[in-house]
T-cell receptor, first 113, second 112 residues
C-alpha cells in the first residue's frame, strides 16, 4: 500500500488569490492523479500527473487555472489559481502503483470566500 | 465521454434489512472498483473486480460485476449502523488504464 499525505488539510481563502496543495507519497509511483470533489458530489478527475511529462488535463480543466508540478516520483503540487467561491471543494490526490490499485490522500478542504 | 451512474443516490434503510446498490457504466471496461467514504474522510477501497462474473464478499457487503451488461452491484446484507457512509463505484479508462471515473455516489444511512 501507499501512504499519502496532503498539505494543507484545509484552508479558507479570499477570492482572487491562489493556493498550492502539496501531495507526498511514501513510495515512488509513476502515475499520480488530482481529483476535485465538490460539496455533496462525486469525484471528478482534474488531471493526470506523471513524472517527467506535462500533466494531462481532463475536459473542463485547464493548466492556467490548475497548474500542476511533478518534480519527482514521490511529490506533486496542484495550484488553484485566481480562486472564486465555485472552487470551494475537496481536492484529493491519488496514486496508482499498478493498474488495478489506486490509493487516495486525505484531501484538502478548500473554502473560498 | 465515459459515464458512470449509480442508483439510488440516497438510501435510508433499517438495521437488519438487505439492499442492493447498482452501478452502470457506459463503455467497455473489465475493471470495476468500489470505495467507501465516511463524512470528512478520504476514500477507502472496498472491492476490486477484475473480470466478468467476479464476485467478492467482505462481511456484510458483496460486490459483483457483469461486464456484458456494464453493471456492478453492491449488496448489503443485514445492514448495521456502521455501514452508514457514501459508496462510490469507479471504472478505469479503457485507453490509459489508470484514470478512474467515479459514479455519482450512494449515500447510505442505516437507521437503528
Amino acid at each position: 500500500s501507499a501512504v499519502i499525505s496532503q498539505k494543507p488539510s484545509r484552508d479558507i481563502c479570499q477570492r482572487g488569490t491562489s493556493l498550492t496543495i502539496q501531495c507526498q507519497v511514501d513510495s515512488q509511483v509513476t502515475m499520480m492523479f488530482w481529483y476535485r470533489q465538490q460539496p455533496g458530489q462525486s469525484l471528478t478527475l482534474i488531471a493526470t500527473a506523471n513524472q517527467g511529462s506535462e500533466a494531462t488535463y481532463e475536459s473542463g480543466f485547464v493548466i492556467d487555472k490548475f497548474p500542476i508540478s511533478r518534480p519527482n516520483l514521490t511529490f506533486s503540487t496542484l495550484t488553484v489559481s485566481n480562486m472564486s467561491p465555485e472552487d470551494s471543494s475537496i481536492y484529493l490526490c491519488s496514486v496508482a502503483p499498478r493498474r488495478d490499485t489506486q490509493y487516495f490522500g486525505p484531501g484538502t478542504r478548500l473554502t473560498v470566500l | 465521454e465515459l459515464k458512470v451512474e449509480q442508483n439510488p443516490l440516497f438510501l435510508s434503510m433499517q438495521e437488519g434489512k438487505n439492499y442492493t446498490i447498482y452501478c452502470n457504466y457506459s463503455t467497455t471496461s473489465d475493471r470495476l472498483y468500489w470505495y467507501r467514504q465516511d463524512p470528512g474522510k478520504s476514500l477507502e477501497s472496498l472491492f476490486v473486480l477484475l473480470s466478468n462474473g467476479a464476485v467478492k464478499q467482505e462481511g456484510r457487503l458483496m460486490a459483483s460485476l457483469d461486464t456484458k451488461a456494464r453493471l456492478s452491484t453492491l449488496h448489503i446484507t443485514a445492514a448495521v449502523h456502521d455501514l452508514s457512509a457514501t459508496y462510490f463505484c469507479a471504472v478505469d479508462s479503457p485507453n490509459t488504464g489508470n484514470q478512474f471515473y467515479f459514479g455519482t455516489g450512494t449515500s447510505l444511512t442505516v437507521i437503528p
